[in-house]
């Protein structure tokens, strides 16, 4: 499958962006698929997940209440809504594409990766 992430860009503090992910290729339903960011001179950190049919939802604890994912399998995206954001969620986010049976926070399920977009949040 082939991840095409877009919707980053450079907004202030306290904004909100909504980033997509389009999929091509095998079945995007039978993915279960995740958000990972990466800030300069940090590791790739997983911030959403959601599940093949869009019923579980887990999300990292610096972004719970304020970032929301998901799914049209019609259209073959997986969303990403960042409201109240924060200096600190600027980094290049990735969407990512799990065929195992459940939803992970672990980079080394996921098979498939998008080429990221930036977000920059200034203060």
């Known amino acids: 499958v082939q991840l095409q992430a877009s919707g980053g860009g450079l907004v202030h503090a306290g904004e909100s962006l909504r980033l997509s992910c389009a999929a091509s290729?095998?079945?995007?339903?039978?993915?279960?698929m995740g958000w990972f960011r990466q800030a300069p001179g940090k590791e790739r950190e997983f911030v959403a997940a959601?599940?093949?049919?869009?019923?579980?939802?887990n999300y990292a604890e610096s972004v719970r209440g304020r970032f929301t994912i998901s799914r049209d399998n019609a259209k073959n995206t997986v969303y990403l809504q960042m409201n109240s954001l924060k200096p600190e969620d600027s980094a290049v986010y990735y969407c990512?594409?799990?065929?195992?049976?459940?939803?992970?926070?672990?980079?080394?399920?996921?098979?498939?990766w998008g080429q990221g977009t930036q977000v920059t949040v200034s203060s």
């Open positions: 290729g095998r079945t995007f339903s039978s993915y279960s």
């Open positions: 990512a594409a799990d065929s195992g049976a459940y939803i992970s926070i672990r980079r080394a399920e996921y098979d498939y």
């Open positions: 959601i599940s093949k049919s869009g019923f579980s939802r």
